[in-house]
């Protein structure tokens, strides 16, 4: 029960390599997740960000891979970067009374004094829309990985309906 | 000599083959050309086709003859169903030679019509209408989104990424439903796969 | 002889992208293997991500220039005006992008059925699972 899952022999050159690697994959996936001043996207940073941590998992185990990605956590990030997006896209329809325009968020805002409306846009577009779209793909496809990975202690034991 | 006998599904797989080949065939003939700089999901499509008697004055002083106009406003382009009108003073008309270069395209010689739409917070004319001049007959053509936002995106959101803008700021309602679509995939594989009491 | 150099020549794209639907299509429905299937429908899907995105492509003509003038893609820099780029078309890219990931979310779901499968009847082809349920219909099992 508490023995290691490895269907392979621990080899040295793969998990120095890795825990080398790790830090600068998820540093890129967050340069990429702002999108406004070159190429790059929420959708695009956010698979960046899962492909590093599901490196990590590949590599070193599932259990080891659970300490570090606990299911608190990993919740946490799947409901919070919808929370942002939608929040924003919901507030905006009730602010517009229901014509569906985003440009009615940025008018009442205070911060439109000192950077114009194009300014407000952009700084929507950056932080709070491609955060949340990075988020929760992030968050998506890890948990799918843990969930297609891991194995149960009584599994084929029959049918249970 | 005697065919061997085929199982049902590999008939039915055949013939879906043949029928997408068949359908292939007969759809290329309506598709643009690959790479086709004027084609109309990259910057116009054609309306209509009209005698040139001697509208060329008209259109070099600025207005926009009433045989052109009316015609416009019968295909639907009308205030009824919310398209931007063409009355006095609203619309501005304005040569471009050909070959200038603007907003990442290159433009044939031809008239062009702009009109005031009245935005919220962007008050400026843009380009809707497009005449050309043939062998005495004048084509109207009417412009499609990407000359707009080919445009205009450095100025309304001040953001260099075309493609961000338009799946964040113009067409944000569409990703805040896909969003929603991943994450109803990632609840779907937790209720699939755990059953012996870690939900 | 005109019709040939109009429509195959000049659309090579549409005829590329349409081979690869075909082949996708057809290992969905031929296949007896689950796991294979859903290849098939992956293939699918990245063609039809193919074909969409390159009806924007802007600048190439097979018959007077081989590729010598092309699109930049859509980041609008301001030493583009000097050098006289042309930008592609950028909204086939926004509507695909979103294409691309619900695909690969779906494609776990799919899996995770498949595991399920193979959990209940101990086997992935698909004659075999036939005729399973066919024995468990005969001896009451459900």
């Excluded at chain 1, 998992?57 to 956590?73: A, H, N």
């Excluded at chain 2, 013939?15 to 700089?37: C, H, K, N, Q, W």
């Amino acid at each position: 029960m508490t023995q290691e899952r490895r269907a392979y022999k621990r080899d040295v050159v793969i998990e120095v390599t890795t825990s080398l690697i790790v830090p600068l994959i998820l540093l890129f996936g967050l340069y990429v997740m702002m999108g406004t001043g070159g190429t790059g996207g929420g959708f695009q940073g956010g698979t960046i960000l899962a492909a590093g941590f599901i490196l990590y998992i590949t590599v070193f185990g599932v259990d080891k891979g659970r300490e570090k990605v606990p299911e608190s956590v990993n919740a946490f990030f799947l409901s919070f970067g919808l929370f942002l997006y939608n929040g924003i896209g919901w507030l905006c329809i009730l602010f517009s009374l229901a014509t569906a325009q985003w440009l009615n968020m940025p008018a009442f805002w205070p911060v439109t004094e000192f950077t114009g409306v194009a300014g407000a846009r952009s700084f929507l577009i950056a932080y709070m829309i491609s955060a949340g779209i990075g988020l929760t793909v992030m968050a998506a496809f890890v948990s799918q990985y843990f969930d297609l990975a891991m194995k149960e202690d009584d599994e084929m034991e029959g049918d249970e309906g | 000599m005697k065919l061997p006998a085929m199982k049902p599904l590999t008939i039915s797989g055949l013939i879906t083959a043949l029928l997408l080949i068949a359908l292939s065939i007969y759809v290329v003939e309506d598709l643009p050309a690959f790479g086709d700089e004027n084609s109309p999901a990259n910057k116009y499509m054609m309306l209509f086709t009209v005698d040139a008697d001697g509208l060329a004055e008209n259109l070099d002083a600025g207005i926009l003859p009433s045989k052109i106009k009316t015609q416009i406003e019968d295909m639907g382009f009308n205030k009824e169903e919310n398209y931007p009108t063409l009355e006095e003073g609203n619309y501005r008309i304005e040569w471009s030679e050909k070959g200038a270069f603007e907003g990442g395209r290159r433009s044939e010689g031809g008239w062009e019509v702009l009109i005031h739409n009245g935005e919220i917070f962007y008050n400026e004319p843009l380009r809707y209408y497009f005449v050309k001049e043939g062998n005495e007959t004048f084509t109207i053509y009417r412009y499609n989104w990407p000359v707009r936002v080919n445009e205009k995106t450095e100025e309304e959101t001040a953001t260099i990424n075309a493609v961000t803008a338009g799946l964040a700021d113009y067409r944000g309602y569409d990703t805040m439903g896909e969003e929603t679509v991943i994450l109803t995939g990632a609840i779907g594989v937790i209720l699939l796969l755990r059953r012996r009491g870690r939900l | 002889m005109e019709w040939l150099t109009q429509h195959v020549l000049e659309k090579y794209n549409f005829w590329i992208a349409m081979t690869i639907i075909i082949v996708g299509l057809t290992a969905t429905i031929v296949k007896e293997n689950l796991l294979k299937k859903i290849i098939g429908l992956s293939i699918f899907q990245t063609a039809m991500f193919l074909w969409y995105v390159s009806l924007g492509d802007v600048g190439r003509n097979i018959l007077t220039t081989w590729g010598l003038k092309t699109g930049t893609p859509a980041i609008l820099w301001e030493e583009a005006a000097e050098k006289g780029y042309i930008y592609v078309n950028p909204l086939l890219n926004v509507l695909m992008l979103t294409g691309i990931v619900v695909s690969a979310a779906t494609t776990a779901v799919a899996l995770a059925i498949v595991i399920r499968i193979y959990q209940k009847y101990g086997t992935i082809e698909e004659d075999e699972i036939i005729e399973k349920e066919k024995e468990f219909e005969r001896e009451g099992v459900m």
